[in-house]
């Protein structure tokens, strides 16, 4: 719950928005919300190659808010541009995550790795008198490939142009795909023989003595990025 105070002092601007002036106003305002989740589980075990076992774990969630219309100084809040909005909002969230993990066997030890994990999102307004559903928003990532980030992210409308809802064949609006590449080599530095913090050391060295070169570590990345916006319905 929210509870909001007002005090104006008396102005050509308030007095022509018919505003009482040199008093107190007050305005409350609340919100509300509950939401639930899980995790459900699935296992396979294929022993093949070194793999000894794979799981997905589905998360799925759903959410419920509302906040009733509240019209009780609303001028107040309109005009200062302090307060909760007073329109009435009631909608709900439901999404759903993927996650696919493998075991596998590495020198004889167990290791666990996340292969992939795709995830998605909705909502639905009651209060709109159309197009009540959300876009579709998904997203695609492999998140356990060595030095290189995959991602990618999908936009659906469930609606035709028309105004139909399409629920098993929505439109692709948008779409987005990104990866990187981060990695390291080493670049030798000096002579053979040579350490430049040794001021002791003067000339080549002697026979069978091992060379000495330093080494310096570079790092470097790169990225790309492709997206793509289709026809939106109107």
Same mark, same amino acid.
């Given at each position: *719950? ?11 601007? *308030?007095? &022509? ?5 040199? =008093? ?12 639930? &989740?899980?995790q459900l @589980?699935?296992?396979? !075990? ?8 794979? %799981? ?8 419920? $808010? ?6 009780? #100084? ?16 009631? +909608?709900?969230?439901? &999404? ?9 066997? /590495? ?14 999102? *909705? ?8 197009? /009540?559903?959300? +876009?579709?928003?998904? #997203? ?6 060595? +030095? ?5 992210? @999908?936009?659906?409308? @469930?609606? !035709?142009?028309? =105004?139909?809802? /399409? ?10 795909? &990104? ?5 390291? @080599? ?16 003067? $000339?080549?060295?002697?026979v069978g003595? !091992?060379?000495?070169?330093? !080494?310096?570590?570079? %790092?470097? $990345? ?13």
């Amino acid at each position: *719950a929210y509870d909001n105070w007002y005090y104006l002092p008396y102005s050509d601007q *308030a007095d &022509s928005a018919h505003l009482q002036t040199n =008093g107190l106003k007050s305005r409350q305002t609340w919100t509300s919300s509950v939401s639930l &989740s899980t995790q459900l @589980f699935g296992m396979v !075990a294929p022993n093949i190659f070194s793999v000894v076992g794979l %799981r997905h774990v589905l998360s799925p969630s759903v959410s419920f $808010g509302y906040q009733p219309k509240i019209t009780r #100084n609303q001028q107040y809040s309109s005009f200062t541009g302090v307060g909760g909005s007073g329109y009435e909002s009631k +909608n709900v969230s439901l &999404s759903v995550g993927n996650q696919l993990q493998m075991k596998y066997l /590495r020198d004889g030890k167990e290791k666990k790795a996340d292969l992939l994990k795709y995830n998605f999102s *909705a909502s639905y307004d009651f209060v709109r008198t159309q197009r /009540r559903w959300s +876009n579709l928003n998904s #997203n695609l990532s492999s998140p356990n490939i060595k +030095n290189l980030t995959l991602e990618m992210s @999908f936009v659906h409308d @469930f609606y !035709a142009s028309d =105004g139909r809802l /399409r629920w098993w064949n929505p439109t692709l609006k948008t779409i987005s795909i &990104s990866s990187g590449y981060r990695g390291s @080599f080493k670049i030798p530095v000096g002579l053979p023989g040579f350490n430049e913090t040794d001021t002791t050391r003067i $000339g080549v060295p002697s026979v069978g003595e !091992a060379p000495s070169i330093d !080494a310096k570590i570079v %790092r470097f $990345g790169i990225s790309q990025r492709y997206s793509e916006t289709r026809g939106i319905s109107p």
